[in-house]
């Protein structure tokens, strides 16, 4: 079986913000957006250079779900927990993290797994990110001034899917995708605390 992870989905009650936050902060670029308005889902797809994929999706209604302060905490409720990103320099990373307005949630210090480094931090929305230092991937990164907040990357289209696919099947694909607008939804501390119901 040839298969390999192609992203992380993360629902977020404010897409512009959490859109903003993460391009920032990962120095991603926006995939594509779309909006299916029957579920009134809306969706932004980010990737990293190395090719990494988180997709952040929104929708009308939505609840608070876990919001646990650390790992361990987290592990007390079944189901997703978590992501995990490898970085070939953990201090800088994480602290860049913190510096953009990530929730410091552990320092970096060692993990589980010998030989290996890792720290934690929370986007503006309490979502538990975990950070690992693999020192046998280092040959595998480019400088680190590509990782990070600092990242450079070719302005992004504002979307690049134009259709979606009639679940009938017995009609041409209709074009429901809206360009996102630009400086909305920045993030403010409207964020309950760590571990807070909303």
């Known amino acids: 079986m040839r298969t390999r992870l192609d992203h992380v989905g993360v629902n977020v009650r404010d897409l512009a913000a959490q859109t903003d936050w993460y391009r920032d902060a990962f120095g991603l670029r926006t995939v594509f957006e779309f909006h299916l308005d029957g579920p009134g889902l809306r969706g932004v797809v980010l990737e990293h250079p190395h090719g990494w994929r988180v997709e952040l999706l929104a929708r009308a209604g ?52 010998p030989g290996v480094r890792m720290a934690w931090v929370s986007d503006p929305e309490g979502n538990l990110i975990e950070l690992i230092e693999k020192f046998g991937v280092m040959e595998k990164f480019g400088p680190m001034e590509k990782f990070g907040p600092t990242a450079e990357f070719e302005p992004a289209a504002e979307f690049e899917l134009t259709e979606k696919i009639d679940p009938a099947g017995d009609s041409e694909p209709v074009s429901n995708f809206e360009p996102r607008e630009k400086n909305v939804g920045k993030h403010t501390d409207r964020t309950p605390e760590r571990g807070q119901a909303q």
Not at 72 to 77: G, P
Not at 84 to 92: G, I, K, Y
Request: glycine residues 12%.
């Open 62 to 113: 939505s609840a608070a779900g876990l919001r646990a302060p650390d790992p361990l905490t987290a592990a007390l409720t079944e189901g997703y927990g978590h992501f995990a990103l490898t970085t070939p320099e953990l201090d800088p990373v994480h602290a860049a993290l913190v510096a953009h307005g990530a929730g410091e949630v552990m320092s970096p210090g060692p993990s589980p797994e």
